[in-house]
């Protein structure tokens, strides 16, 4: 394994690098920045929790590469799988072992925890756990609320019934976001460190989307 990344500020700036080159396009909810803030929840999960950090922000930085793949594929692309396809080659450049590669890349490649693909190792977890945070709280709204904008979607429509509304429509709101998806994601935390930051966060959205239900509604 390589030295830790705090002792190696030049190779940190080439991983910002390379994910900014694969993310920019993305924009919107998926952009370089995303994967910032999921580097700062990873390696704050990751020092509470005793994960390793030259794991963890490798995998962090990357592991949202694969998008554009999996975007102009229509979804038939798996982005994780890809992801954890393209950071290979990427890595081995940079320097890293085998054994190394193979740790951030089953980070990556589970971090959508999708059919058999599921998160093995302590940094895996809290990589899964550091995306999920991101999709809530003030950050979860503010991406629900520009997803929405990007869709043409209103603004507030607490008196339809968000399960009987269809996604990319008129209906897609923030609220519908928050309804449907949202509010159960503090469940599928993995780590307890995780679980505990997801719980605050999902108060903080109940809490918002209240008193916009009561602004718009003039209650």
């Known amino acids: 394994m390589m030295s830790s990344i705090a002792d190696n500020p030049a190779l940190l700036e080439q991983l910002k690098s390379i994910s900014r080159v694969y993310c920019e396009a993305e924009g919107g909810a998926h952009g370089p920045d995303h994967s910032l803030r999921v580097l700062h929840n990873a390696t704050t999960i990751g020092r509470l929790m005793g994960g390793r950090l ?32 393209l950071a290979a080659p990427l890595l081995d450049k940079l320097g890293y072992t085998p054994v190394a590669i193979e740790a951030i890349c089953h980070c990556i ?36 609320f520009l997803f929405a904008g990007q869709i043409g979607a209103r603004l507030h429509n607490p008196e339809v019934d968000p399960f009987a ?13 928050f309804v449907v998806k949202m509010s159960a994601i503090r469940k599928q935390m993995l780590t307890s460190a995780g679980r505990k930051m997801a719980e605050q966060r999902h108060a903080f959205m ?14």
């Open 54 to 85: 030259d794991v963890l922000v490798p995998a962090a930085l990357l592991h949202d590469i694969g998008r554009k793949d999996e975007s102009q594929s229509f979804g038939q692309i798996c982005h994780a799988q890809r992801g954890a396809e």
């Open 109 to 144: 490649r589970t971090h959508r925890y999708r059919d058999n693909k599921q998160p093995q190792s302590l940094e895996a977890k809290i990589l899964f756990d550091a995306d999920k945070l991101d999709s809530i709280g003030a950050i979860g709204i503010g991406r629900a």
């Open 165 to 177: 509304t269809l996604p990319y429509s008129l209906d897609d709101t923030a609220y519908r976001e």
């Open 206 to 219: 109940h809490t918002f989307f209240e008193q916009l239900t009561r602004e718009v509604t003039n209650l």
